[in-house]
């Protein structure tokens, strides 16, 4: 992965959870990077917008490479109430058709990296999903496409568009695993609901290294960010176990997590075997490949 000469990104969400360690990570190799912030710039390197109202002055994107917008509500954050969910569904159209609109107005050969997410095949068992899979159903689902669509202004204006569909990131500091890894230190993560779920994976050192790689590659439409190995939930808890020295025996039954997690349960128990063959035919190669390698740099993390 590399790049012949330092590039200027700007990130949306770089306070985030992958924002924050992308920002860090092309920072260290030489690139300048902007922040979108939703309140007024302080310094040179931020850009004020506001994705509610859809304000994004398009000249503060002038000379940019690209533009990887992670912006989002949460999905984990909160229970689904039905306010919640249009937060969700409503935070990614906006921002997005928001960027998309200021990147076709301005006219500049500017990438837009787009977040997105495996959600979109919804829950599909043994199937295994690449690219080229249809898209699924459900709540998840439904937001994916229409996130991914918001991006129409940028695409038709002939920029290149990517939608860099994220699986579970994992992650000392957040995201699935950060509540799991406490109860694993104490021999209590078992498998969640049968555990045979398909969970497709990816670290967050890999997760940021393949942002960059898109940023740099000429790959347009949707890429899988994920690892070449999805396993079944009670396999990567198994690791993990098995990593911290604990056993994952106790599972958490189906209904308790429902109780705990509302809607949001149906998601963490679906299962979704998705494969990144996008980013490996493109020679992408993974640093963590192996969910042993996974774990270990994870608990090297904590």
């Known amino acids: 992965m590399s790049q012949s000469q330092p590039q200027r990104v700007a990130i949306t969400g770089a306070s985030g959870l992958i924002g924050s360690a992308l920002s860090a990570f092309l920072s260290a190799r030489g690139d300048e990077v902007v922040h979108l912030v939703r309140r007024e710039a302080r310094t040179g390197s931020e850009v ?6 859809r304000t994004l002055d398009p000249s503060d994107l002038s000379g940019l490479t690209a533009v990887v917008h992670l912006a989002g509500a949460g ?10 969910k249009q937060e969700i569904l409503a935070s990614r159209v ?5 960027i998309a609109t200021a990147l076709a107005y301005l006219g500049e050969p500017i990438a837009l ?15 295994t999903l690449t690219e080229d899979s249809e898209a699924g159903h459900g ?12 991006t129409a202004p940028a695409k038709d204006a002939g920029l290149r568009v990517v939608h860099a569909r994220t699986g579970l990131v994992l992650t000392p500091d957040g995201g699935a695993m950060g509540p799991i890894l406490p109860l ?3 021999g209590l993560a078992g498998r969640l609901g049968t555990g045979r779920q398909y969970w497709s994976w990816i670290t967050l050192h890999d997760e940021v290294r393949a942002l960059a790689y898109l940023i740099d590659q000429e790959l347009v439409g949707p890429v899988n960010l994920v690892s070449t190995q999805p396993l079944r939930q009670g396999e990567v808890m198994k690791a993990l176990g098995a ?3 604990r056993p994952t025996v106790l599972p958490a039954p189906a209904l308790a997590l429902k109780v705990a997690l509302g809607q949001f349960a149906g998601d963490i128990l ?5 494969l990144p063959s996008v980013l490996t035919a493109s020679g992408f190669v993974f640093d963590h490949d192996t969910i042993e390698s996974a774990m270990r740099w994870l608990v090297s993390q904590m």
């Open 243 to 245: 990593q911290l020295g």
């Open 139 to 150: 709540f998840l689902a439904e937001v994916v496409r229409d996130w991914e669509a918001a």
């Open 184 to 186: 694993a230190r104490f």
């Open 113 to 127: 990296v787009s977040g997105s997410a495996i959600g979109a095949y919804g829950d599909r068992g043994e199937e």
């Open 75 to 84: 999905v984990g954050d909160h229970r689904w109430t039905s306010a919640y």
């Open 48 to 53: 004020g917008w506001d994705p509610v109202s």
């Open 94 to 98: 906006n921002g997005t058709a928001t």
């Open 270 to 274: 679906s299962s979704q075997k998705v």
